[in-house]
């Protein structure tokens, strides 16, 4: 029951992190022209916040709680 708790809270926790990447303030800092290896940097910004919050997810649910 403990490992489940534990589990949950860094679930909630990745939830409110995952809220404040793809909100509204900090997207519009990256709605320039600029590119990056010829993908907008939005796009860019978009794609590697999410590869890293689904990272985040499997080690949250793999990892055993303390």
């Known amino acids: ?5 534990v589990t949950g809270q860094r679930l ?3 939830f409110l992190l995952g809220c404040l990447l793809f909100n509204y303030p900090l997207l519009s800092l ?3 022209r600029g590119e990056i290896f010829g ?3 939005l796009y860019a910004y978009v794609f590697a ?3 890293l919050f689904i990272g985040l997810m499997a080690l ?3 990892k055993r709680g303390d």
Do not use: D, H, Q, Y
Request: charged share 10%; aromatic share 10%.
């Open 1 to 5: 029951m403990i490992r489940s708790g």
């Open 39 to 41: 993908i907008p940097v």
């Open 60 to 62: 949250a649910v793999e």
């Open 49 to 51: 916040a999410w590869a």
């Open 30 to 32: 990256f709605t320039g």
């Open 12 to 14: 909630a926790a990745l």
